[in-house]
C-alpha cells in the first residue's frame, strides 16, 4: 500500500544527445527544441519531468518551468526536514499541491566548451522570455519562447530593454552565487576552435528521428570534434 502515498520521480539531467557522440548512437528527437545536450539551447534544457504521487497530486500537466534542483527543497519540506541551504532553487509545493506560479527567473551558467559542441554561455529566462549569452565575444540573443519554441528568431535587436534588463539579473545573480568565470586557454588553437565551433553550427541542423540518421550530416564536425577532445 506505499505506493499510494509514496513521491516518484522520474527526470533527466539534460536534453537528449543530437548529435552521434559515441559509436553506438542513441535514439533521440527533441524537435522542435533546438540542440540538445551540451547546449543552452531549450533542446539542452528541456528535460523530461513526471512527478507521481497519487495520495496528493491530481493528474494534470503543468507548464510552471522549474529546475531539477528544485526537488531537494520540495523533497525536505514534504519529508519536514530542514532543507540544506541555497541560493537559487526552490519548493515547488506550492505549484504541485496548490497550482500557485512561483513568478521567479531561472538561470544557468556554462564558463566551458562540452564535447557535444556547446560553447561557453549563460542564460536568463523570465516568463516566455530567454536570454542567452555568449561568453566568447558577450554577444546576446533573446527568444519569446511561446511564440518561438525552436529558437530561430533572435529579437535581440528589437526589444533592446528587456536584453538588458534580462542581461543585468543574469550578472547578479552570477555575483550572487559566486558563479566561475572563463578562463583563457594557454593552449588556444584558432584552426582547431574554428574546425570545432565555427564552420558548423550543429544547433540548427536539420533535426532526424534518431542521432544515427544525422551521423552523416555532422561527419566533418565530428572527425574535428574526435581529434580535438581527448578519449
Given at each position: 500500500?506505499?505506493?499510494?502515498?509514496?513521491?516518484v520521480v522520474?527526470?533527466?539531467?539534460?536534453?537528449?544527445?543530437?548529435?552521434?557522440?559515441?559509436?553506438?548512437?542513441?535514439?533521440?528527437?527533441?524537435?522542435?527544441?533546438?540542440?540538445?545536450?551540451?547546449?543552452?539551447?531549450?533542446?539542452?534544457?528541456?528535460?523530461?519531468?513526471?512527478?507521481?504521487?497519487?495520495?496528493?497530486?491530481?493528474?494534470?500537466?503543468?507548464a510552471e518551468?522549474?529546475?531539477?534542483?528544485?526537488?531537494?527543497?520540495?523533497?525536505?519540506?514534504?519529508?519536514?526536514?530542514?532543507?540544506?541551504?541555497?541560493?537559487?532553487?526552490?519548493?515547488?509545493?506550492?505549484?504541485?499541491?496548490?497550482?500557485?506560479?512561483?513568478?521567479?527567473?531561472?538561470?544557468?551558467?556554462?564558463?566551458?566548451?562540452?564535447?557535444?559542441?556547446?560553447?561557453?554561455?549563460?542564460?536568463?529566462?523570465?516568463?516566455?522570455?530567454?536570454?542567452?549569452?555568449?561568453?566568447?565575444?558577450?554577444?546576446?540573443e533573446l527568444?519569446?519562447?511561446?511564440?518561438?519554441?525552436?529558437?530561430?528568431?533572435?529579437?535581440?535587436?528589437?526589444?533592446?530593454?528587456?536584453?538588458?534588463?534580462?542581461?543585468?539579473?543574469?550578472?547578479?545573480?552570477?555575483?550572487?552565487?559566486?558563479?566561475?568565470?572563463?578562463?583563457?586557454?594557454?593552449?588556444?588553437?584558432?584552426?582547431?576552435?574554428?574546425?570545432?565551433?565555427?564552420?558548423?553550427?550543429?544547433?540548427?541542423?536539420?533535426?532526424?528521428?534518431?542521432?544515427?540518421?544525422?551521423?552523416?550530416?555532422?561527419?566533418?564536425?565530428?572527425?574535428?570534434?574526435?581529434?580535438?577532445?581527448?578519449?
Amino acid at each position: 500500500g506505499l505506493a499510494q502515498n509514496t513521491l516518484v520521480v522520474f527526470a533527466s539531467d539534460n536534453g537528449g544527445v543530437h548529435i552521434s557522440e559515441l559509436k553506438e548512437s542513441p535514439a533521440t528527437y527533441n524537435a522542435p527544441s533546438r540542440a540538445g545536450k551540451g547546449y543552452l539551447y531549450e533542446g539542452g534544457l528541456r528535460t523530461p519531468l513526471i512527478i507521481r504521487y497519487p495520495g496528493r497530486i491530481a493528474s494534470r500537466v503543468i507548464a510552471e518551468p522549474v529546475v531539477l534542483g528544485d526537488l531537494v527543497p520540495t523533497i525536505c519540506a514534504l519529508a519536514k526536514v530542514p532543507a540544506p541551504a541555497t541560493l537559487d532553487f526552490q519548493d515547488i509545493s506550492p505549484v504541485l499541491f496548490e497550482q500557485k506560479p512561483l513568478n521567479r527567473p531561472l538561470f544557468w551558467h556554462q564558463p566551458h566548451y562540452m564535447n557535444q559542441g556547446g560553447k561557453p554561455a549563460g542564460v536568463a529566462r523570465e516568463g516566455d522570455w530567454k536570454l542567452l549569452e555568449q561568453y566568447e565575444d558577450g554577444s546576446l540573443e533573446l527568444y519569446n519562447l511561446a511564440k518561438d519554441p525552436s529558437e530561430m528568431t533572435d529579437l535581440a535587436a528589437t526589444e533592446p530593454a528587456r536584453v538588458a534588463a534580462l542581461r543585468g539579473k543574469l550578472e547578479a545573480w552570477r555575483r550572487s552565487v559566486g558563479a566561475e568565470p572563463i578562463k583563457a586557454n594557454p593552449n588556444f588553437d584558432r584552426a582547431r576552435w574554428d574546425n570545432c565551433f565555427v564552420k558548423f553550427d550543429a544547433t540548427r541542423i536539420q533535426t532526424l528521428p534518431t542521432s544515427e540518421a544525422m551521423r552523416p550530416l555532422m561527419a566533418e564536425w565530428r572527425k574535428a570534434m574526435d581529434e580535438f577532445t581527448p578519449t
